[in-house]
């Protein structure tokens, strides 16, 4: 499914949208809204965001694989507030170049039929 430009998007996420952009071409994922912003989805699960205030990567993947992003300093735990979520990390611009294959990552844990 394609994609337009969702008017929600900010311009601290333009580089997610760039490294992600091949995702939007699978017949399996979409742009939706997470928190009332603009996130790709597989099957109806959120997968990957960019961060609206920075533009860092957010991305659900396994709790393990969470902590071992966390334990290289790739990652960073990502919650709301003082409330952190096991199965989302935060990925910053200093990383962009994983953004994609840990985007691809997410999308097969949202998603096991795809991987």
Do not use: I, Y
Not at 46 to 57: L, S
Not at 68 to 84: I, N, R, T, W, Y
Not at 92 to 108: G, I, K, Y
């Amino acid at each position: 499914m394609g994609s337009t430009r969702d008017s929600r998007r900010t311009a601290a996420g333009d580089a997610f949208w760039d490294a992600t952009f091949p995702l939007l071409a699978e017949d399996d994922v979409e742009e939706g809204t997470m928190m009332q912003f603009p996130c790709l989805r597989t099957a109806g699960e959120f997968f990957a965001m960019p961060r609206h205030q920075t533009g860092d990567a957010v991305l659900k993947l396994p709790a393990d694989r969470v902590a071992q992003l966390v334990a290289e300093g790739v990652g960073q735990p990502f919650g709301p507030g003082e409330k952190v979520f096991k199965e989302w990390v935060l990925v910053s611009a200093d990383h962009d170049d994983r953004w994609l294959d840990l985007a691809r990552e997410a999308r097969a844990f949202a998603n096991p039929a795809t991987s």
